[in-house]
C-alpha cells in the first residue's frame, strides 16, 4: 500500500475520533468520498493500526445508529423553515 494511502487512512480515523465525525462530514473535510473514507477506516486502517481502527469503528458505529434520528431532525427544521417563510409571506 502506498505510504500516503496509509497516511491518509490514520488521519481520517484521528479525525472521526476527535471530531465525532460521519462519514460524510469526514468525506468532505478530506475532499474525498463516502467510499474511500469508508473503505481507509474498515479495511485499510485494519493492517495499518488495528488499535485505532476499532475506536473509529466504535464511533461510525454510534453514528450509523443515530443516523435516522438526524435525518428526521432534518426534515423537520426543513419544513419548519417552509412555514416561517410562508407567514412571513402572508404578513406582508
Known amino acids: 500500500m502506498k505510504e500516503y494511502i496509509e497516511e491518509r487512512a490514520v488521519a481520517i480515523a484521528n ?23 469508508h473503505k ?17 469503528r466504535i464511533v461510525l458505529d454510534v453514528n450509523k445508529s443515530e443516523r435516522h434520528i438526524r435525518g428526521g431532525l432534518a426534515t423537520r427544521e426543513k419544513y419548519q423553515h417552509r412555514l416561517q417563510m410562508c407567514s412571513r409571506e402572508t404578513e406582508e
Not at 481507509?40 to 473509529?56: M, S, W, Y
Open 15 to 37: 479525525y472521526i475520533i476527535d471530531h465525532n465525525a460521519t462519514v460524510r462530514q469526514t468525506a468532505k473535510k478530506f475532499g474525498i468520498s463516502k467510499s474511500t473514507v
Open 40 to 56: 481507509d477506516v474498515t479495511d485499510r486502517l485494519e493492517h495499518i493500526n488495528p488499535t485505532l481502527a476499532a475506536q473509529a
